[in-house]
């Protein structure tokens, strides 16, 4: 690796304020990269969390310059301001420590919404035949990539606005689930997400899918949902 001018990495540390700390540039060096050297050589207390480097667990996603990403996939060079940088924890998440957050109102939406598999089948049935070129199939599809990183819900203005609306991704894997011929759960589902801090919360701002890292579209999904739940409304009214 070749090195090169000096960074000013800003590292947001929750309630205790910000910290700036200087870090050598490298090529090809990640936003990760850069935390995880100021937790090497500088500031070992400094908590933040990874596991795969790769793009594939979610768990490295933070705030950078003020818009949620993955940092391990996220290039230093495509992110600085001259020289500097911005590194936060993820908006609309309380913060545990520096760059850590509690995940728990995240998960707890998911099972909110109802974004948890309702099965009907014992071991002894026959296995639900899926047909693999329907239309519901394909919504299902769409969203099963959704990897749980909450960078669609650090993005999202109506979250930050209500906390209890259930946010994109909870409602993404709702919309999975209630296109799924294996899920038995279609009224649970279109009750928990018609509800309050439901669907019909969201303002179509459309944020959650602009971030995606995996280039998802949970608004899609909650527009779908929003049709469904207002089908299955009239449909009971008569
Ligand atoms: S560390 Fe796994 S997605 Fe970044």
Redesign the pocket.
Known sequence: MTASPTLKVTIERGPSGAEVFDVPQYDNQTV?DVVSWVQQNVDPTLSYR????????????MMVNGVPR????THISKVLDGNAVTIGPLRNLPVIKDLAVDMDPFFDKWVAAEGIHHGGLTRDDPIAPVDEGSAEREAANAGIEC?N?SVCYAACDTVAGNPDYLGPAALQRAWTLLNDAKDEGRQTILDAVSGKGGCHNCHSIGSCTAYCPNELDPLAAIAGLKRETAKSFFKRGR
């Open positions: 990760l990874f596991a795969c480097r790769v793009g594939m667990c979610g768990s490295c996603a993955w940092t391990c996939r990897i990183c």
